[in-house]
């Protein structure tokens, strides 16, 4: 038997510079852990809540010692003594603490960090690598990744609404190859973009920031890279792009608009819903897109019922903000016909508990899934494991380059080499029915 003997909460840096949190839990066996937590940028308006101090004078508001001390205080009190083992009604016990529906009472970022602390502690007690644990003896798919070479939106200070543009190497035999591919791919895209008199400055998530015309540009430039570095679009590597629509949408006059022309007070273009679906169906024609994100605005539950009906058979529909890895959201998407897939975001919940509840909700209704990083990481690797455990076969975990994406990359590639012949690597979309 293993029990808490402290959890402590402190304040590290996050890629982006903010103050996050990181927490570290000792059993009474000496097993030491730490686990940190992401934050994002462009957020849904039902996620657990973040709890930040507010203080001008201090990160600019934006310090979480406030969550902090929740860690050192009540909800270390809840835990030390507990055996490490108790995953489930830890984080339920934590939940039931905190008292409200979106955790900002203790702040879901407090909530996580220890949340996935516990998870850690309880493998290695268990000498267990991470994703069997949390998985058990099925956990053995390796995940197609969504490699966010070009960002865009709140990710990028260019002229690109659309968050990002990924590419999705499907036709690989290992994650290895996977890797290898996207990179190859990653360095050529650099290539031509220097080429062409672009800045090859990443984003928050490692992708290229330029300043494009267009979308259409955006993905050309792809293509071009993708044929140049020596792969086929459409068959070995097919594009996927996440639009973060609720950025660019006007709720008072229901328009999705060209929200960094109008900005800049150039002349914009505006779209209704279903000239937004018109577009995107065209973008889909024109390029090998097997998969689009937030297509639309997190609130416009008839736009995405349109949207499914139109391309969902055809695609990968992600909802990302419309459902905030949240079991009560994507229920009421299941019963409205709403997308075909869930982008899972632990922080957006708050425990690995509810996030793996809302992912068997997906899988059990034919919903893929795809784990998914936030804007502002941290070099902490845990979604790597959570990807392998929960059998999902996609993840989402930016660009080929700044160590806080590279880390999860290399967390997969080791989870491969140790599973050696066990290990599967597989796009879930070949198990779907679009």
Not at 59 to 73: D, E, P, R, S, T
């Amino acid at each position: 038997m293993s029990y808490i003997r402290s959890v402590k909460g402190r304040e590290i840096l996050d890629s982006r510079g903010n103050p996050t949190v990181e927490v570290e839990l000792i059993t009474d066996q000496n097993v030491m852990v730490k686990a940190s937590v992401p934050s994002g940028a462009s957020t849904g308006e039902n996620e657990a809540l973040e709890l930040r101090d507010g203080d001008p004078n201090y990160y600019f508001g934006k310090g979480v010692l406030k969550a902090i001390a929740n860690i050192n205080g009540p909800i270390a009190q809840i835990l030390v003594g507990e055996h490490v083992y108790d995953q489930e009604r830890l984080d339920r016990m934590l939940i039931e603490a905190d008292g409200t529906d979106n955790k900002g009472h203790f702040g879901a970022n407090a909530i996580l960090g220890v949340s996935l602390a516990l998870a850690r502690a309880g493998a290695l007690t268990a000498n267990l690598p991470l994703y069997r644990y949390i998985g058990g003896v099925h956990a053995h798919l390796l995940p197609c990744p969504m490699m966010n070479i070009i960002n865009g939106g709140a990710h990028a200070d260019n002229s690109l609404d659309f968050q990002e543009f990924m590419i999705r190497p499907v036709g690989a035999s290992t994650l290895r190859e996977a890797v290898r591919w996207g990179a190859e791919i990653f360095h050529t895209l650099k290539g031509i973009l220097k080429k062409a008199g672009h800045v090859t400055a990443v984003g928050d998530e490692g992708g290229f920031a330029p300043n494009l015309s267009s979308n259409e540009e955006a993905l050309e430039l792809i293509l071009l890279a993708i044929e140049k570095a020596g792969y086929q679009p459409g068959k070995q590597v097919v594009l996927a792009m996440d639009c973060a629509a609720s950025e660019f949408y006007d709720k008072t006059t229901k328009q999705y608009f060209e929200k960094k022309k109008k900005q800049k007070n150039q002349v914009f273009a505006e779209r209704t819903a279903e000239e937004q679906i018109a577009y995107l169906e065209t973008l889909c024609q024109n390029y090998p897109i097997d998969s689009i994100e937030d297509a639309l605005a997190e609130g416009d539950w008839c736009g995405w019922q349109r949207l499914t009906e139109r391309l969902g058979r055809k695609i990968q529909i992600v909802g990302d903000d419309i459902f905030v890895t949240n079991p009560k959201f994507l229920e009421k998407g299941i019963e409205l016909g709403v997308g075909n897939a869930i982008l899972v975001k632990i922080n957006q919940i708050g425990t690995l508990t509810e996030t793996l509840q809302t992912i068997r909700l997906a899988q059990t209704n034919n919903y893929a899934c795809i784990i998914s990083h936030r804007s502002g990481e941290t070099e902490d690797s845990i979604i790597a494991d959570i990807s392998v455990a929960a059998n999902t076969g996609q993840i989402k975990t930016g660009s080929l380059s700044r160590s806080d994406r590279i880390a999860k990359y290399n967390r997969l590639l080791a989870i491969e080499a140790e599973l050696e012949s066990t290990a599967l690597y597989q796009d879930s979309n070949r198990f779907q029915i679009f």
